[in-house]
């Protein structure tokens, strides 16, 4: 993305997306109304059962709510992609000669954006409604949430190169999404895993998903600062993450897309 | 010398017959098979295809369904990669420079529109445009000038869904046309338009495309009077291989085994009788003969059918010898669907 011209590129894809989502309106109300009551729901769950979280300083509503926000705010990049493999539209947008960079950020971004503008009531939600008390380290939220962003990023290029050939299932990022829905601690500290298989929180610290909830929660629930020896290694770890995740989602997307052309099912869904 | 608009050099495709792809979550058990893609059961759809078309020429690639038209026009766009040969545009390799080669060339495509649906036919234009990274003036003025060219300005902001067959065809030609790529493809160009529409968008591209705009145009068809109508050479492709090439008028007459003929004929005052001339069957190559006499007047025609490498000589020799003068030569050829037919079917046979 060297150039002014590839932002403006971004920016036609984001303005596109915008215009479709906007010209639905019920959908704006819905989308809109589908992540407060996520939220109330989860947070009038969590106020029903407080119970200290030693792991993070913190209480049960503070630590769910930003699971929550990270669920809402970050995840949803990977589905950006993904609504956009359709043959009419990819086959007419990769003869513009598009690159890869600019089609994958273009075609996520707006999602991006969307989760951006509701984690604002989302967190007004949080805090005002259920006493969610955060602690936050605004550098190292910044920073968790590049990282983040990274991984979810990369996750998506190699689910899109992947759905390229396959068409509809992905079962590799499906498969993975699945095990941190279990296994990543978006509702419970990843600890607690213990008490139900010895060991099996070690599992669910191979996952990205569990160092990215990990990061955000020091950032937020304990004001972490990446200056601190403790906080700055976990901030690593993911960091590696994302470094080792870049490389292999660039192949894989391109590895897709040149099978894809290979095999003569671009058009094909 | 001139470098081809576009020049094909053994182009050959393969398929996996059984190329599958996963349907549903509930076929997960499939995914290794379709990841590893292995190359077996292979289908030729294309097989060592060679042409070359000039600046400004229309060029027809005639075939039936199935024959590899749409394969050859997406590899030529650079959407499905060749086993083997090479594709150039003024030059450039279509794979190794998918990028500079889309600069100098578009396709359009009938079943891959590619346009949102909400958004209106100028959104759509400005959209591409700023993919295709035309400055937002440029874009602007030309998508005006498209618009206009297109005849689309009654429909220009009305929301693509909205858009009829027809328009939705010059709605992707003014797409193919804002990078001013001089070489177009056309897949099936008219399928799906009225006769009326059709003949209008024939008309619109050949004279103001390539006649006026001086464009290149590769049509893919199936429909024969169009490519005789519109077209200057063709190739025609079938079961992956380019049988016959050359103008249409070539064409035809490449596959005629037979050729009829009429011959008016002028009695040098001696009358003759129609028996008389029974020798001129006897000539090799000729398979029918009639003769008549237009009734009223000193003219007779001679009808024939003969082979294709009938001695004419001969033949006017002995009208020559009876007396008689040649006042006109009236020969007929098959039609362009006639050689079509007999070459597609030779093929299948």
Known sequence: MQSPIEWKKVWALVKRDIYNWSSYRSQIITTVAAALIGVAAWGVNADYRNIAVPQYNTDYVSFLIVGILVTNLILPLGTGVQKQLNPWTLETILMTGLKTPTFVLGTSLW?????????????????????????????????????????????????????????????????????????????????????????????SWLLPQTWIFHIVRLSTLEAGSIINPQIALPFLVTAGYALFLVPISVFIYKWGLRRAKRDGTLGWY | MEVPALQVIDITKRYNASARSIRSSAEVWKFVSVLRGRRENMMTALDKINFAIAPGEIFGLLGPNGAGKTTLIKILSTLVLPDSGQALVYGTDVVKHPRTTLKNLQAVLAESWGFERRLTGRQNLQFYATLYGIPREIADRRIDELIDFCQLKFAADEMFQKYSTGMTRKLLVSRALLTDASVLLFDEPTSGLDPGAAADFRSFLKNTLAREKGKTLFWATHNLTEAQEVCDSIAVLNKGRVVATGTPSEIRSAIAERVSMAIALQENGTARQV??????????????????????????ILELEATRDVDYNKIFELLSSQGLRIVGIEASQPSLEEAFIKLTREERS
């Open chain 1, 111 to 203: 999602t991006y954006i969307l989760s951006v503008v509701l984690f604002i009531p989302q967190l007004y939600l949080g805090i005002y409604v259920f006493g969610a008390h955060l602690v936050i380290n605004y550098v190292s939220l910044l920073i968790s949430i590049i990282i983040s962003s990274v991984i979810i990023f990369c996750l998506a290029m190699i689910s899109t190169g992947i759905r390229i050939v396959t068409k509809v299932t992905d079962p590799i990022t499906w498969g993975l999404a699945m095990a941190a829905t279990l296994l990543s601690g978006l509702t419970y500290p990843v600890q607690e895993l213990n008490n139900y298989y010895p060991g099996l929180s070690t599992v």
């Open chain 2, 275 to 300: 028996d008389e001339f029974g020798e001129i069957s006897r000539v090799e190559g000729v398979m029918q003969m009639e003769m008549r006499k237009v009734p009223g007047s000193q003219t007779m």
